[in-house]
């Protein structure tokens, strides 16, 4: 196991409709990154956390925000969501090994929008 | 236009026999790339991970190769087990939070 949670793992929503997502790093693990992984691609980069603040953001609308907590944990917020928002939404913390930044991801939250 | 192309989308393999896969990128510079192997409903989980001066990393029967002039990886796989069933991302990383992903190969290994 990777040490990360996410919660919850399937979500139903309807168009228009708000979501939080959640996830749980591994303790020292100050940075978190979130991706969007549509069936059958590859995860696509959202944005990056590193203690507390936004560090780095993808190609993604304003309507997807996110928010780093002293515990380690951290959320996925999407606002209006739209059909195209379906998708695996994956939470990878981080950590330096020497020169390498080495990603552990979560399972997931698989969210479907109606 | 992915900068990450990965072939075959997928391919199926008999129990014990080798495979390789194929990563070709267009990302310039890139820090390093890695190998993820992902479960069905599971998240990624790193195989290997190689800066552009390697040319190969091994992690159990995984093997990865780089050629940093023709940009391409491979990922080779000795001796398949069931499971070895998964899907197979190249990812090339720009920086520490930049990272492009290719589609994935589908591995299925029939027994």
């Known amino acids: 196991e990777t040490g990360v949670t996410q919660s919850p793992t399937h979500l139903i929503k309807t168009r228009g409709q708000q979501v939080t997502l959640r996830c749980s790093s591994q303790?020292?693990?100050?940075?978190v990154s979130w991706y969007q992984q549509a069936l059958g691609q590859g995860p696509q980069f959202i944005f990056q956390?590193?203690?507390?603040?936004?560090?780095g953001r993808g190609n993604f609308p304003p309507r997807f925000s996110g928010l780093q907590f002293p515990n380690y944990s951290s959320e996925l917020n999407v606002n209006a969501l739209e059909l195209d928002d379906s998708a695996l939404y994956l939470c990878?913390?981080?950590?330096?090994?020497?020169?390498?930044?080495?990603?552990?991801f979560g399972a997931g939250t698989r969210l479907s929008v109606l | 236009k992915n900068q990450v192309e990965q072939s075959p989308q997928s391919l199926i393999i008999l129990e014990g026999k080798n495979c390789t896969l194929q990563?070709?990128?267009?990302?310039?510079?890139?820090?390093?790339l890695r190998w993820y192997k992902q479960d069905t409903g599971r998240g990624p989980v790193s195989l290997t991970i190689?800066?552009?001066?390697?040319n190969t990393k091994s992690n159990g029967r995984y093997t990865a190769t780089l050629d940093a002039d023709t940009k391409q990886s491979s990922l080779h796989i000795t001796a398949s087990q069931l499971s070895d069933s998964a899907s197979y991302i190249c990812?090339?990383?720009?920086?520490?939070?930049?990272?492009?992903f290719g589609a994935g190969t589908t591995v299925t290994v029939r027994a």
């Open positions: 990878a913390s981080s950590v330096y090994m020497g020169t390498k930044n080495i990603q552990y």
């Open positions: 303790s020292g693990h100050n940075t």
């Open positions: 956390y590193y203690r507390e603040e936004e560090n």
């Open positions: 990563c070709n990128y267009t990302v310039s510079p890139f820090s390093n």
């Open positions: 190689m800066t552009f001066s390697e």
């Open positions: 990812v090339v990383s720009i920086n520490d939070y930049k990272l492009s």
